[in-house]
């Protein structure tokens, strides 16, 4: 089914524009082009975006568009696109919706039929992943961890049931907590890598183990906004781990297998990939023989 066109009559478009994460060399000539062309740009900070248009002489209007009033202004941007206004989106820095404001806009323009247009560009988990060392893909991005002690390993531990590298976003003043926490859930042996600075002057990627982590950032007060990079786990491990996990925690045998599978993404808290995977180990079945069930 087609969801969307951008040849809409008398409907204006959302513009979802990323931004440098540092380097302003990194925004594109379409970025800086579209962002001379609409009539508004919605801002996360109006103070920081009006540096970057100062920078390319750009004199949209702003209005800010952040976590705190997002709801009130949701609608008054709906209609202002309704009556064909074209709108870019920003964020601080890089992607919008990536740890950042503007998938609740998003929703509601798609809810509403007005167009949405995403232009590439700066994104620090990629940047960071591919110059980080550790198998690329498959990849799991999850951006910030939480900020309470027990909340952050619980998530950790789920973290742990994937084998893919790990992308999180930190904090410089959270990193002995975080890492501390990934050693406890991983290990001291885990491989981990920490990107900071990124695109800027003094761009840095340490790498090493989980406890060497520890060690440097109980040494060294970092600065700068951070990428965290876990490495991948061997794919049986984590078969091993999720299996033992939930023995004493399993669905009951009457379940179908479809609703076997929901039942561990809503207990267990697990992508509907991890969830296929428990359900196979569950039953003595295969992967591909559970996701021709549930995809039937």
């Known amino acids: 089914m087609r969801q969307q066109s951008y040849r809409t009559e008398g409907t204006g478009k959302l513009f979802l524009v990323p931004t ?54 949701i609608p008054q941007v709906i209609e202002w696109l309704q009556e064909g206004k074209t709108i870019a989106q920003v964020s601080d820095a890089g992607t919008p919706s990536i740890s950042d404001p503007g998938f609740e806009l998003v929703q509601a323009c798609v809810e509403v039929g007005i167009p949405v247009v995403p232009l590439p560009g700066a994104n620090a988990g990629i940047t960071a992943l591919i110059a980080s060392g550790l198998v690329p893909q498959p990849f799991y991005f999850y951006g910030f961890l939480p900020r309470k002690k027990k909340e952050k390993i619980e998530a950790l531990e789920q973290l742990r049931t994937h084998s893919e590298t790990v992308i999180l976003y930190e904090s410089p003043f959270r990193l002995k907590d975080t890492f501390s926490a990934i050693q406890t859930v991983y290990g001291e042996q885990q491989s981990v890598v920490l990107c900071r600075e990124l695109t800027k002057t003094y761009e840095e990627f340490i790498r090493g183990t989980a406890a060497e982590l520890v060690a440097l950032v109980n040494e060294e007060e970092l600065k700068g906004e951070c990428c965290i990079l876990i490495g991948t786990k061997n794919p049986d491990e984590v078969t091993t781990d999720l299996a033992g996990a939930l023995e004493e925690n399993t669905p009951d045998a009457s379940l179908s297998i479809a609703e076997q599978v929901e039942w561990f993404m809503e207990h267990q808290n697990l992508t509907q990939k991890d969830a296929i995977k428990a359900v196979a180990k569950h039953l003595g079945l295969k992967k591909q023989e559970v996701y021709k069930e549930i995809h039937a």
């Not at 609409?38 to 390319?56: P, W």
């Open 20 to 73: 440098p994460i540092g380097n302003l060399e990194d925004m594109t000539f379409r970025a800086v082009n579209t962002l001379r062309e609409v009539d508004l740009i919605l801002a996360e900070d109006t103070r920081h975006t009006q540096k970057l248009l100062n920078h390319f002489e750009i004199e949209t209007p702003q209005k800010s568009f952040h976590e705190h009033n997002t709801q009130e202004r």
